[in-house]
């Protein structure tokens, strides 16, 4: 039996999955199997896997109909046969030593249900390649937004059967992963390997508006259903709170871009759920006569986007 199992979604990147499969094959540590799930490719991606799977007997083929990553990634889950799950988007790679490590950590304090390591992110459009991430312990640290890829995870098998598997449902697209990881911040202490053992590769279609602000949608979705049993970190106050501020983000957003319709809604939609939302983002000692003006900041704000609305009927779309 294979001590890592490492789960590798891929949909029409056949090029690029090759190279994040090189990047499995040179760890250091070699008692791994590699499932990559086809997630209804119509190029010639399936062919790839198949020739991969034939070149190297630790990786495996699964196919499925279009569903998701998540939905993939809960694939390989479920026929995966390591007591350790690791995962790897089909165009990102990792560095020789990066399960080496993440392994030994876990050896090293039991007690451990999962650790992550830092980014190293490379923009392909401007060349520049830049380290990323904190060192996370805990829900609440998760809960502000401390983002942890799935691509420099390593969960023990047991922690996923407590926790369950990811969310497949794509209104929360793209925070689907913060979702798991506070669930599993929920039942099972975690650890930072604080080096850049992933390296993530980022591609012009990353950067498109639509993915953005189907990002933030679905990122402000997961928040207001977010449960909160099973832990005293965070009040139900705290969630409402994030959910007004990320409204007020996206508000932004969308006024930044031009869809002044979008930010008006999302400006109302700050101030519906935590009125004094104006306050809430502000710091710093204010008079009273500032703190007025910062109560009434989004008010003003989202009015001044519905009369650029009338004029402009820009929508940004984000298939949610």
Request: charged content about 20%; overall charge positive.
């Amino acid at each position: 039996m294979p001590n890592v199992s490492v789960i590798l979604p891929t949909c029409n990147r056949s090029a690029r999955l090759r190279e994040a499969v090189a990047s499995i094959q040179a760890q250091t540590v070699t008692d791994w199997e590699l499932l990559i799930v086809d997630d209804g490719s119509t190029d010639e991606t399936p062919q790839a896997a198949r020739e991969l799977c034939d070149g190297d007997a630790r990786i495996h083929c699964l196919r499925q109909n279009n569903r998701g990553g998540a939905a993939a990634r809960n694939a390989g889950i479920r026929a995966a046969r390591g007591a350790l799950i690791a995962f790897l988007d089909d165009d990102d790679a990792w560095v020789p030593g990066k399960l080496a490590a993440q392994c030994r950590l876990l050896d090293q304090e039991r007690g451990l249900g999962w650790v992550y390591s830092h980014l190293a992110i490379h923009n392909h459009d401007t060349g520049i390649t830049e380290t990323r991430g904190r060192s996370v312990t805990s829900f609440r640290e998760l809960f502000r937004g401390r983002f942890i890829g799935l691509q420099t995870m390593v969960v023990q098998h047991s922690v996923i059967e407590r926790a369950g598997l990811l969310n497949e449902d794509p209104a929360i697209w793209g925070a689907e992963d913060l979702e798991w990881c506070l669930r599993l911040a929920k039942v099972a202490p975690f650890r930072c390997v604080p080096e850049p053992l992933t390296i993530r590769n980022l591609f012009a279609e990353h950067g498109t508006l639509e993915r953005q602000a189907r990002y933030l949608e679905g990122l402000i979705r997961m928040y207001r259903q977010l449960d909160l049993s099973g832990q005293q970190e965070v009040t139900a106050l705290d969630r409402t709170r994030k959910v007004a501020d990320l409204h007020h983000h996206a508000a932004c957003f969308y006024r930044e871009h031009g869809a002044y319709r979008q930010a008006a809604s999302h400006f109302g939609r700050a101030l519906l759920t935590y009125p004094p939302i104006g306050l809430y983002l502000s710091t710093g000692s204010r008079t009273w006569q500032q703190q007025l003006r910062q109560v009434l900041a989004p008010l003003v704000q989202g009015a001044a986007c519905l009369l650029k609305a009338s004029k402009n009927g820009l929508v940004i779309r984000h298939n949610t």
